[in-house]
Every structure is written in C-alpha cells, then in structure tokens.
T-cell receptor
Framework: AQSVTQPDIHITVSEGASLELRCNYS??????LFWYVQSPGQGLQLLLK??????LVQGIKGFEAEFKRSQSSFNLRKPSVHWSDAAEYFC????????????FGKGTMLLVSP | DADVTQTPRNRITKTGKRIMLECSQT?????MYWYRQDPGLGLRLIYY???????NKGEISDGYSVSRQAQAKFSLSLESAIPNQTALYFC???????????FGPGTRLTVL
C-alpha cells in the first residue's frame, strides 16, 4: 500500500524568504506525485504533478518540486514567498495503474510572517 | 461557473438525523470521489466511483453510503449522523484512467 509523510505540521517563513516543504512517500515503484494547496475556506487546487521524465517539475504560482527516487521524496520549493502563499499544502501519491486512487499526506500549514 | 459544485456548503444538524451531501460536475469525468478532512488528519477517502455502475468503499466508509445517480452526480449520505462525523467533506473528480483529481469547494458539516 502507498503512504505519504509530511514531517512538518506547521512552518513559518518570512515574506520574501525561500520555502521548502518536505514530502516522503512509500510505494513499491515510481508513483505519480502531486502537490495541492488549500487556501482558507477553499477547496484543494493542484499546484503541480510528476508523472515521468524531468525530475524537476514546475507548477503554478512560482512553485516547483523535485522528485528524488533515491530518497523517496518530492519536496515543494519556492524561491520567494508571498503573504498570499499562506495556506495548507498537501502532498499526494497515486499508483501507476488505471484504477488507482490518491493517498494524501496530513498536510503542512504554511504561515508567512511580515 | 465552477466545474465541481457541492451542496450545501454548510450544514448544521442533530445526532440521529439523515443527511445527504450532493456533488455535481461539468468536467465530463467518469470518476468521482468523496473525502472527509479533519484537522491534523489530512484527507481520507470515504467512497469512490469509477463509473456510474461502479461503487467502491474507501478507507473510512462505515456510517456512510453513496449514490451515483448519473455520470455527473455523486451523493454522500449519513443515515444517522453522529458528532464524530463533524468534518469538512470534499467531492473530487478525475478522467478515465487518470489519477489527477479536481476538487469541489467543500461542505462543512456540524453534527450536534
């Protein structure tokens, strides 16, 4: 069975500083990987996804993530955080099967300080 | 207009009442999902449906039932609501043989 660990429950970053949110997964092969963002009172929006190919993937709102097979990780990064990035971020993993569902991590809440 | 809509957006009910949460989508997707979100627990899958005639239990289906009335509609029912079903409920959709999911805005359910 697949699983996802997001080690940090909360992270506080100063506006303008860089950001890295950690995600580790457990799966027997290379999975599909996703990052979603949930702003207060909103549903989940897809930030980016990894299916295959280049291990550094670009997403919306200036986010990127890097797939590292050797570390079973898919960390989310942004070079300069804006106050509007304050939200909860979820990493998700799905099997390479036509009948797969997604397994979500428990989320990391990002707080942005002035 | 939103591609995935959920009604109601907020609901307060009492223990023992029957509640139905509805989800509709205009994305033309075959697959639909129901999740609940609790603080610190992330999203947990309740039920999912890969097409109109297919219903599957997820991780936490006890106390819930679903109905797939049409390709575009997927309803979640709580036959006899209890306080620990107080949560934020999300509907999601995905295309055939696709894993990437698209989410509705959520329904906040409070059971007193």
């Amino acid at each position: 069975a697949q699983s996802v660990t997001q080690p940090d429950i909360h992270i506080t970053v100063s506006e303008g500083a860089s950001l890295e949110l950690r995600c580790n997964y457990s799966y027997g092969a290379t999975p599909y990987l996703f990052w979603y963002v949930q702003s207060p009172g909103q549903g989940l929006q897809l930030l980016l996804k990894y299916f295959s190919g280049d291990t550094l993937v670009q997403g919306i709102k200036g986010f990127e993530a890097e797939f590292k097979r050797s570390q079973s990780s898919f960390n989310l990064r942004k070079p300069s955080v804006h106050w509007s990035d304050a939200a909860e971020y979820f990493c998700a993993v799905g099997a390479r099967s036509g009948y797969s569902t997604l397994t979500f991590g428990k989320g990391t809440m990002l707080l942005v300080s002035p | 207009d939103a591609d995935v809509t959920q009604t109601p957006r907020n609901r307060i009910t009492k223990t023992g009442k029957r509640i139905m949460l509805e989800c509709s989508q205009t994305k033309g997707h075959d697959r639909m999902y129901w999740y609940r979100q609790d603080p610190g627990l992330g999203l947990r899958l309740i039920y999912y449906s890969f097409d109109v005639k297919d219903i599957n239990k997820g991780e936490i289906s006890d106390g819930y039932s679903v109905s797939r009335q049409a390709q575009a509609k997927f309803s979640l029912s709580l036959e006899s609501a209890i306080p620990n079903q107080t949560a934020l409920y999300f509907c999601a959709t995905s295309g055939s043989f696709r894993v990437e999911q698209f989410f509705g805005p959520g329904t906040r359910l409070t059971v007193l």
